[in-house]
């Protein structure tokens, strides 16, 4: 008997038949796909590299799923050192997961039967992988396209993982995505190189670009195991810009479908089950209040999105009714309108649901629906979309969300383009209303006196020959939506003595701000920053603003005891953002332009920004940039703060400020 009959349960009718819902079954059966990315720009292939099937499977059929129960896997391992390697292949990396199989995935007993370490290399699990079938071939520095492999058939649980374990896969995780996103920043480059040259090219977007290339390349993550839960390195409230993200990291393997799942063809078994789901109200008959989801199913829906058919209990319908038949969590996704971002969406990931009831009704349309209850699982951080949310409230009715603990509604006093709050609900402390705030930093007017004065001559915008990109190396620093493409020593912007208008995408960082920020108190880290806005990697934060000393004058205010900042201490973190050595073999690290090592402090005891409350991290989100665009001294550059990675409202921000720790000891307000 087929497999999907078997599972028919008598309260679920047979769609087939006509006589169950008045009306004539037209239109055509899909899955469940998202708003806004139906148009999705896939590259040839890459659908059906998603979706290819597995030709060597395991012929046992076992009775029941044990997702705590994990092969050895025969992919290389990464060795006993948590550093990661710069140069280091991130899927090889990731591997290293399998080393930890045998001590953290255990299978719990019938009965009350005292939980044992299984070590056989396929023992319950859903397929055994065939010996050497997901082995990760030894790569060079500098990796070459590979044979990509398909998704893995068999299922695993993540569990007990120690701290050391969590910051070693966010790392990983962390430079996947910078690469990702360098990549779909990037791509707009070479489309402008592609039109001012009037060479004619296919435009595709960045995100499926970028995807398509880190997939050729073998940098997708988890793709040796397909693991059920929480994937190690991926927060609660992390935030993506594409879905096509969110295949590359392994969150939800689906390029349009709503629920992604492992087909009932592949499994051990011959039953299939849900790992993740996107809710963000695709279906007219979603209900979603939060920690409980009324999900419906995939299907029947015409090109319009209308449901124009009665669904049926197949595919991703049928695995989420497998899941709460052996109570198998799946990760919740969270797809929201968002304004600002290329796609116009982004996506949240708010944690872990188990469905704990399905059952068939009438939709709105008049068609049947399967429907599945989604409750969240408790101890869980809060949800990311609800903090979200209450950063969206925060931006217009602050008193009405935090009666208590705001000092001041703008600490700027009207000088940043968007108002920086203060909030400290701990103590008493209002030490940053004692400090005169500064928008830009202080520079001596000698330095505007040396070097050339000249600027472009661009009238109506600049272009790849004029005088300041040329300063660049011949690229333009940003994109058009002001993103920094890569990271280098220096980037030169268009001055006061340029003729191109405000609007030139060569002038970003003297615009000022973009974000509302909040200075907040923290037991943690002392004085914090968070932002309101959610911040896209690459995206200009704010300068470090402080008054320029020379090394006497430094020397002398030093003295006293006044607290000082080197910018040529910092980290040079800018050289991560648009490192693409996994990506291209004649990759190389930007040296140009270059400026001389730098040689005067910043002093922020009395006049400062917001940026001063930065806190130290060795895994910062946020990285420095040198910038010039008032003046031709490269011995002065200004401090440009730039995002690493997707910055959600609300999370703190970090710098790396470098490993002095003699200095880094006297910043008290940066720790």
Excluded at 7 to 17: A, I, T, V
Excluded at 438 to 464: A, D, H, M, R, W
Excluded at 548 to 565: E, I, K, N, W, Y
Aim: hydrophobic share 35%.
């Amino acid at each position: 008997m087929n497999s999907l009959l078997q599972h028919q349960s008598p309260r679920f009718p047979d769609l087939n038949e006509k006589s169950v819902f008045s009306g004539d079954l037209v239109g055509r059966v899909e899955p469940k796909l998202e708003p806004l990315d139906e148009d999705l720009d896939c590259p040839p292939g890459l659908h059906r590299q998603l979706d290819k099937q597995v030709s060597h499977v395991s012929s046992d059929r076992n009775p029941r799923f044990d997702l705590n129960a994990v092969g050895t896997s025969s992919g290389s391992g990464g060795g006993d050192t948590r550093e990661v390697q710069a140069d280091g292949n991130v899927l090889s990396e990731f591997n290293r997961i399998s080393e930890i199989f045998n001590s953290a995935f255990t299978s719990g007993g019938e009965d009350g039967e005292d939980e044992e370490v299984l070590e056989e290399s396929n023992a319950l699990a859903i397929v055994a992988v065939p010996e050497g079938s997901m082995q990760v071939e030894e790569q060079a520095v500098v990796p070459k396209r590979i044979k990509y492999p398909p998704r893995s058939n068999e299922l695993v649980r993540v569990t007990n993982l120690t701290e050391e374990d969590e910051v070693y896969y966010r790392e990983i995780v962390r430079r996947a995505r910078m690469i990702f996103d360098s990549l779909s920043v990037s791509a707009v480059l070479d489309d402008d190189r592609n039109l001012m040259a009037g060479t004619f090219f296919r435009r595709v977007r960045g995100d499926t670009k970028a995807a398509s290339m880190m997939r050729d390349c073998g940098l997708w993550l988890n793709r040796d195991k397909r693991i059920v839960g929480a994937i190690p390195g991926i927060e609660i409230g992390d935030v993506f810009f594409f879905r096509m993200e969110l295949c590359v990291l392994g969150l939800h393997g689906q390029v349009q479908a709503g629920i992604d799942y492992l087909p009932s063809n592949r499994s051990s078994n011959g039953e299939p089950v849900a790992t993740s789901v996107i809710v963000s109200g695709g279906y007219e008959d979603d209900e979603d209040s939060g920690y409980v989801i009324n999900y419906t199913g995939h299907g029947g829906q015409d090109k319009n999105g209308k449901q124009c058919a009665h669904q049926k209990l197949e595919g991703g319908n049928l695995a989420l009714e497998r899941s709460m038949h052996y109570e198998v969590e799946v990760r919740v996704i969270r797809g929201f309108r968002y304004g600002g971002t290329n796609s116009g969406k982004i996506y949240v990931y708010d944690g872990l649901y188990k469905v704990v009831e399905t059952w068939f009704d009438v939709g709105k349309s008049g068609f049947g629906v399967y429907k599945f209850k989604l409750v969240r699982i408790e101890n869980q951080p809060e949800m990311g979309s609800a903090i979200l949310k209450m950063a969206q409230m925060l931006k217009t009715r602050p008193l009405d969300v935090r009666p208590r603990g705001y000092f001041c509604l703008d600490l700027s006093g009207k000088k940043e383009n968007m108002p920086v709050l203060l909030f400290n609900d701990i103590d008493n402390d209002q030490d940053p209303l004692h400090h005169q705030y500064l928008v830009s930093t202080v520079i001596p007017k000698y330095v505007f006196q040396v070097g050339s004065s000249n600027g472009c001559e661009c009238i109506s915008g600049c272009s790849f020959d004029c005088l300041c990109i040329l300063k660049n190396g011949g690229e333009f620093p940003y994109d058009n939506k002001g993103m920094l493409i890569k990271g280098k020593p220096l980037v030169f912007e268009c001055g006061p003595q340029c003729r191109c208008p405000p609007t030139c995408r060569n002038r970003v960082t003297q615009k000022g701000v973009r974000s509302r920020f909040e200075v907040f108190r923290s037991r943690e880290t002392g004085w914090g920053v968070r932002s309101l806005d959610l911040i896209q990697a690459g995206g200009f934060i704010c300068e470090y603003a402080g008054v320029v000393l020379t090394r006497d004058q430094a020397q002398v205010v030093s003295m006293v005891g006044d607290t000082l900042v080197y910018p040529s201490r910092f980290a040079e973190r800018w050289a991560e953002w648009g490192e693409l050595s996994q990506i291209y073999s004649d990759y190389v690290r930007p040296s140009y332009p270059s400026i001389p090592p730098l040689d005067f402090a910043m002093d922020v005891s009395s006049m400062r920004n917001v940026a001063c409350y930065f806190s130290h991290s060795n895994s910062p989100n946020v990285f420095a940039q040198f910038v010039l665009f008032d003046h031709n001294n490269v011995m002065f550059p200004r401090t440009m703060l730039f995002a690493m990675e997707n910055i959600p409202p609300l999370r703190e921000l970090s710098l790396d400020y470098g490993v002095a720790e003699e200095w880094t000891a006297k910043l008290a307000i940066c720790n």
